[in-house]
């Protein structure tokens, strides 16, 4: 049996792209006003999330009810911290491994660099506890 060539796809989508906007049926229209100071308020909440588009931006706020955006410069400062203090781990390993003594120094610095990241993990829990008690 010969079968009948595939039809030819159409410009501009997939033939499941096509499918799923059929199937979405959003025939429903939300339309309303804002002042100034509160649209620059919402374009300011949205710039901190990674939604690019305002209408997803408000559709999922309104749908989810938060859009919850994690602040990161801690984590990497705590990175960085902990990419010194490997550093210096390794500087002091190759001077024990070469002349068999550790400095008092080097072990103070290892204690230093230690309790600066103590220190960013303790601020990154206290933040994600605040983040937890808004969402509850």
């Not at 059929?22 to 006003?33: A, G, M, P, T, V």
């Not at 002091?92 to 610095?109: H, K, L, Q, Y």
């Not at 204690?111 to 509850?136: G, P, S």
Request: glycine share 4%; with cysteine.
């Amino acid at each position: 049996m010969i079968m009948p060539p595939p039809a030819p796809k159409r410009a501009g989508g997939s033939d499941e792209r096509r499918i799923r906007m059929q199937n979405l049926k959003r025939n429903k229209s939300i339309n309303f006003r804002v002042t100034e100071d509160e649209y620059d308020m919402i374009k300011r909440r949205q710039g901190q999330t990674k939604i690019k588009n305002l209408r997803h931006y408000l559709l999922k706020q309104a749908i989810d009810g938060r859009v919850i955006h994690v602040e990161l410069d801690s984590i990497r400062e705590c990175t960085a911290l902990l990419g010194n203090i490997s550093s210096n781990i390794n500087q002091i390993a190759r001077r024990v491994n070469s002349t068999g003594s550790v400095f008092n120094t080097d072990m103070e610095c290892i204690k230093q660099r230690q309790d600066e990241i103590w220190e960013q993990q303790k601020k990154i829990l206290r933040r994600l506890d605040k983040v937890i008690d808004k969402v509850r």
